[in-house]
């Protein structure tokens, strides 16, 4: 058995399971910490529709027609505040307060305004830039892990990725 050199291809052969199975752990990891951050960024987006419509499913569904054709607290109330929960979640709300406090102090004229807030309506698409986990945690986290040094641990990730793309 050999016991490391210059020449490529010596050195202590590495187990196949082991390298599997190092990889797996981090890219696990990777894609659980990835899974959490969205969700953080996601909850942080919208919370103030999700009360609005955590309100809506506890109408039951045989009096969801009746809640579509009312006056008084139905579905154009329901709207009218979902929009006003988006731009909150948006961070609109500010800014078009900020507006009419300009407005109000005669920094800006009326035309200025309308056309502003026109541009402030709330899009009912998001985007959510999650947040990549640190690569160095988790090799170290898969280092200690494994008794392994986080170089291998890299080298062992870089290859269960490469093994993951050939499957």
């Known amino acids: 058995m050999s016991r490391g050199g210059k020449r490529k291809g010596s050195g202590a052969k590495q187990k196949e399971f082991k390298k599997i199975k190092v990889g797996q752990f981090c890219e696990k990891f990777h894609r659980a910490k990835l899974k959490e951050n969205y969700q953080l960024k996601l909850n942080k987006k919208t919370e103030n529709t999700e009360k609005l419509e955590e309100q809506v499913r506890t109408i039951p569904v045989k009096d969801r027609k009746a809640w579509l054709q009312a006056d008084e607290d139905g579905y154009l109330d329901h709207l009218e505040n979902f929009y006003e929960a988006l731009r909150k979640d948006q961070g609109l709300l500010d800014k078009s307060n900020k507006l009419i406090d300009l407005f109000d102090a005669k ?58 793309k050939t499957i």
């Open 107 to 164: 920094e800006i004229t009326k035309e200025k305004l309308d056309q502003e807030l026109e541009y402030l309506e709330p899009t009912k698409l998001i985007s959510i830039k999650s947040k990549k986990p640190s690569r160095k945690e988790i090799l170290r986290l898969a280092a200690e892990k494994f008794n392994l040094s986080e170089h291998t641990v890299d080298k062992y990730w870089k290859y269960y990725r490469k093994l993951e």
